[in-house]
């Protein structure tokens, strides 16, 4: 984990902050986890689509139209701090994740992000053969907090290993602990007890470089009162000294 404070400067946070409520019309709510999107986020929409048994790959390919502001400046300042940065061609771009702090606990839930694995890669790399961790040279998830006031990121680090999209595979430590809300794991046997956070403010980015843990919006950050988290969230992947980033 790395944390880059001032990442963003406050101008920048605040014209993201009206990027995010002019196009407020298109904001969509995520029925798990209670929180809302503005882009197109393959996990939302494998999350709305999955219980249809719809192709959700499909109607996310077919959702990639935003191109915010923000995800720009994202990527050119990625780019100065990294090496070369671009967006994936097929791929969405960078989108928002909105937390109202005081309607639900259900945005703090205990996951890992298993979805970077099931991207149709092979639009953007035709060579690609469903071998993420060997064709990859490194990989990304970058969180840039835009709202004000201290917000927290919760995780395991016990919980390090590799992202897989076979529900067999075992968890790491309590498979009971994945979509957990709180901290009541109902596993007698569990040892996940003590988590540790991350503390980042307005314009800080979190930076998790090959890392699989499982982790959630800080439980304390829903705090019942009347305003917003704000977050523009990207996945990036570095192939031939380039980063592709994409949501």
């Not at 209670?34 to 996310?60: A, F, P, V």
């Not at 070369?84 to 937390?99: A, D, M, R, Y």
């Not at 992000?113 to 639009?123: K, N, Q, V, W």
Request: charged content about 25%; hydrophobic content about 30%.
């Amino acid at each position: 984990m790395e944390l880059i404070e001032n990442f963003f400067t406050d101008d920048e946070c605040n014209n993201a902050l009206k990027e995010v409520d002019r196009n407020q019309d298109l904001w969509t709510r995520c029925q798990e986890t209670h929180m809302y999107i503005l882009g197109n986020s393959l996990l939302r929409t494998q999350k709305l689509e999955h219980k249809g048994k719809k192709d959700y790959t499909s109607l996310y390919l077919s959702k990639n139209i935003y191109n915010f502001e923000t995800s720009e400046i994202l990527r050119k300042k990625l780019s100065d701090i990294f090496f070369e940065t671009k967006f994936c061609k097929h791929l969405s771009q960078p989108g928002f994740q909105i937390v109202k702090r005081n309607e639900s606990e259900r945005p703090s839930v205990w996951h890992y992000d298993d979805i970077i694995m099931s991207y149709p890669f092979d639009l953007d790399f035709p060579d690609y053969e469903n071998n993420f961790y060997e064709y990859f040279e490194d990989f990304y998830i970058f969180t840039l907090m835009l709202s004000e006031g201290e917000s927290s990121f919760d995780y395991f680090p016990e919980t390090d290993s590799k992202y897989t999209t076979d529900d067999n595979i075992e968890t790491p430590i309590c498979k009971e602990h994945i979509n957990l809300v709180g901290d009541c794991c109902v596993n007698p046997n569990c040892s996940l007890k003590n988590f540790q956070t991350i503390n980042y403010t307005k314009g800080s980015l979190l930076i998790q470089k090959n890392e699989r843990m499982l982790h959630r919006v800080g439980n304390r950050d829903i705090d019942g009162q009347d305003s917003f988290r704000i977050t523009i969230t990207a996945y990036g992947l570095v192939k031939n000294n380039i980063m592709y980033i994409f949501w």
